[in-house]
């Protein structure tokens, strides 16, 4: 018979024996009987069926009438999946840019396969003001080495040192900068995927060759940064092509003017057939008219956006575009960091070219219409 120890229950005494013997076998074998385990404790049959009902209750058992009670181990609850965001409002309709527009089809990308296995995505905003040196530390204080995370592009490298001390399960998508060698030291511990910028552009430049074009320039935003991918894309694609002729502008740097007067003022001075352009230039013309008219541009240059939004489609003419495969590099990270065993590692992802009116003869957008 069991003795009661000082400030416990003869209850409670036996469920602490019985946890620790369940958790010495293995899933699935037969368990005693109540008749045998009342005998060994000495209690009554009443006090080990609530023992019993408690075990259950715990998912260290599970009871089947005429056959027994059978070892069960208790699953772990599911980690979810940390999608980390800049701001509240960073994927909300009130934002209507390239980068959050990305960044809603990783995370639909994301879903979907956490979905697939009964796991949980929580979005994580780690700044009150979108700025990335005013961090939130508390939003992070639950991430340990049990955490699956997902962070886009380097605007959070102020985080990277606390998600190395923590060991967590990394999954980091970036866009083929020169700061992927900056950072070796936390990527060659996480999931990276790579955006293939240059080659991406590469093949821009080579359609807009093959179209006929000869002076074709780039207007991007941010070229101020070391060894832009975009910038070495166009560059090494008019080397690829043979074409000497090459300008380029970063209009969000020009102030006072509206995009469409820094288009037209850089298209006066370098007389381009093609022009490479950001999305985001074509967020903030907002015209009604025609995207080459809103621009200052002649009819017959042709425009290619370097970066796929839905937007695009509703220019006049439709606007070509770079097509990066957004909710897959989602899915892709999810897989990765769903693994039983976490892998390291990178993966590249290449862009395919959706052609519309923008770079089209003119025979071909009238025979567009009219089919």
């Known amino acids: 018979m069991m003795k009661a120890v000082a400030g416990k229950t003869i209850q409670q005494q036996i469920l602490e024996t019985l946890r620790q013997r369940l958790a010495e076998l293995p899933t699935g074998t037969r368990f005693q009987t109540e008749r ?25 058992l599970s009871r089947f009438t005429s056959k027994g009670s059978f070892v069960l181990k208790p699953q772990k609850p599911s980690v979810p ?22 960044t809603h089809e990783m995370l639909k990308g994301v879903s979907q396969i956490a979905f697939e296995h009964n796991c949980r995505v929580q979005t994580v905003t780690v700044s009150p003001t979108n700025y990335r ?33 923590r060991g967590c399960k990394m999954a980091f998508v970036e866009n083929q900068t020169y700061k992927f060698k900056l950072y070796t030291e936390y ?11 240059i080659s991406a552009m590469e093949s821009a ?32 694609g008019l080397d690829g092509c043979g074409l000497r002729y090459a300008a380029w502008i970063d209009p969000l740097n020009i102030n006072n003017k509206t995009i469409g007067e820094i288009i037209a003022d850089f298209y006066k ?3 381009f057939d093609a022009l490479l352009l950001d999305p985001i230039l074509v967020f903030r013309l ?37 097509d990066y495969p957004y909710d897959e590099i989602g899915r892709v990270a ?15 992802f290449d862009a395919r070219i959706i052609e519309r009116e923008s770079t089209m003869h003119e025979t071909e957008r009238l025979a567009l219409t009219t089919t």
């Open 269 to 271: 001075k370098n007389h």
């Open 133 to 165: 040196h005013d961090i939130d530390w508390k939003q992070l204080d639950f991430i340990n080495s049990d955490s699956r995370v997902l962070m886009v592009s380097y605007w959070y490298c102020d985080l990277f040192p606390l998600f190395k001390e």
């Open 334 to 348: 999810a897989r990765r960091l769903l693994e039983d065993e976490f892998r390291p590692g990178r993966q590249i």
């Open 81 to 102: 999946i940390t999608f980390l965001l800049p701001c509240a409002n960073f994927i909300s309709d009130t934002i209507q840019s390239p980068y959050s527009l990305h």
């Open 286 to 322: 907002r015209t009604q008219r025609s995207l080459n008219y809103g621009l200052g541009l002649p009819e017959n240059v042709k425009i290619m956006a370097n970066d796929e939004i839905n937007y695009n489609q509703q220019t006049f003419p439709s606007l070509s575009a770079l």
């Open 36 to 60: 045998k385990l009342c005998a060994e404790f000495g209690v009554a049959r009443a006090t080990m069926t609530k023992v019993m009902v408690k075990l259950v209750g715990e998912g260290l």
């Open 187 to 197: 990527l060659k511990n996480w999931f990276v995927l790579s955006l293939n910028r």
């Open 205 to 236: 430049v080579k359609l807009l060759a093959d179209r006929g074009c000869r002076r074709i320039a780039l207007a991007q935003s941010n070229l101020d940064e070391k060894d832009h991918p975009v910038l070495h894309g166009y560059k090494s």
